[in-house]
């Protein structure tokens, strides 16, 4: 009987932590095979001091922005990333310099939590 006792009460703990355990999210991002094989334009909404950008034009001075990639209608990414003025002689003579974009020094963030960074 003891015996009975131990293997039902095993059954029930492992039948309870085995669907206790959480199932991975589906998240609604398209996946990378879509993404690479399409031809379509994506989004990308940067936001940043720009005037900072400008007025700070020297190599390697990197600054903080925000970036949310718009993929469709409701798939979205949004990502704190690094950005500076890039090229020897565009930080010299075009005032607003294309840009070098760090997307590796800051992990993903949910939007909540995009939001309420500064």
């Given amino acids: 009987m003891k015996q009975l006792h131990c293997l039902l009460f095993s059954f029930v703990l492992f039948y309870a932590v085995g ?61 704190t990333v690094r950005v500076c003025a890039r090229g020897e002689m565009r930080r010299q003579v075009c005032q607003v310099p294309s840009l070098m974009v760090d997307f590796n020094r800051f992990k993903p963030l949910t939007q909540i939590e995009g939001r309420q960074r500064s």
């Fill in 19 to 79: 669907f206790s355990q959480s199932t991975p999210a589906k998240t609604s991002v398209a996946d990378c095979k879509t993404f690479f094989l399409s031809d379509a334009p994506v989004e990308m909404v940067m936001m940043s001091d720009f005037k900072k950008l400008r007025s700070k034009k020297e190599k390697n001075i990197y600054q903080n922005a925000f970036v949310t990639i718009k993929f469709n209608d409701r798939d979205s990414l949004s990502d």
